[in-house]
């Protein structure tokens, strides 16, 4: 399954947000270990994982020391919570929204607008 990870960081001001195509399973974090490796100081080397099963996308924080925040709501150390599209997931000051990469599903990716909303 692929995933589009859309960041948008206080210090992008008004400029479009980064968007990265994932395939499903992949490791966030800044360590080598990490598939989608983030140079940030406050993210863990594998800080939490993102995984399909059964067609549902879910979130597992990998013990990271500055937390996982799924929609305003922290997700436990080694835990594992279920992602919509749209979720806003933040790790540290650095968020990102998950949108489809499939453009048949019927999902609009996420904008600058759908942040101000949350």
């Known amino acids: 399954m ?3 990870l859309v960041f948008k960081t206080a210090k992008s001001g008004g400029k479009k947000p980064r968007t ?3 395939d499903l399973p992949v490791v966030i974090g800044r360590g080598q ?3 989608f490796r983030i140079p ?11 995984l399909e099963s059964k067609g549902s996308v879910f979130i597992r924080d990998l013990g ?9 709501t922290l997700l436990p150390s080694n835990t594992k919570g279920t992602v919509r599209y749209g979720s806003v997931i933040q790790l540290c000051d650095l968020a990102f929204r998950v949108s489809s990469s499939d ?3 019927g999902l609009a ?7 101000l909303k949350e």
């Open 20 to 22: 990265y195509d994932v």
């Open 40 to 50: 940030h100081g406050q993210i863990s080397r594998r800080h939490c994982e993102l």
């Open 33 to 35: 270990q990490a598939s």
């Open 64 to 72: 990271s020391t500055n937390v996982t925040v799924v929609k305003g």
């Open 103 to 105: 453009p048949n599903d």
């Open 109 to 115: 990716p996420a904008t600058v607008e759908d942040y």
């Open 2 to 4: 692929k995933l589009q």
